[in-house]
């Protein structure tokens, strides 16, 4: 059974940045694409960044240009580098695989962007 867990977070006025870690427990972890999803109060879980094992990316729209996704696979860890950030990207961030089927969730890392 995979764990994940999620780092990083925290309060951050406008423009700024913050670097989330995810650790993955479990072999084979090079293997499958991962990804970074993010949910908002009252919205649905989203990914916003998919990565693939080989480390090719996406990004959803509402954050390309400002997030970026990378991978250790050494280290069994996935990051997601978050610049210029703006009040909209409050959510707490989840990482998983990037489709189905998924592993349990983690407990998430909140983000909070205020002035």
């Known amino acids: 059974q995979v764990q994940l867990v999620e780092s990083g977070g925290g309060l951050v006025q406008p423009g700024g940045s913050l670097r989330l870690s995810c650790a993955a427990s479990?072999?084979?972890?090079?293997?499958?694409?991962m990804g970074w999803y993010r949910q908002a109060p009252g919205k649905q879980r989203e990914l916003i960044a998919p990565?693939?094992?080989?480390?090719?990316?996406g990004v959803a729209d509402s954050v390309k240009g400002r997030f970026t996704i990378s991978r250790d696979n050494a280290k069994n860890t996935v990051y997601l580098q978050m610049n210029s950030l703006k009040p909209e990207d409050t959510a707490v961030y989840y990482c998983?695989?990037?489709?189905?089927?998924?592993?349990?969730w983690g407990q998430g890392t909140q983000v909070t962007v205020s002035s």
């Open positions: 998983n695989r990037d489709r189905d089927p998924l592993y349990s």
């Open positions: 479990g072999s084979f972890f090079s293997i499958y694409a």
């Open positions: 990565i693939k094992g080989g480390g090719s990316t």
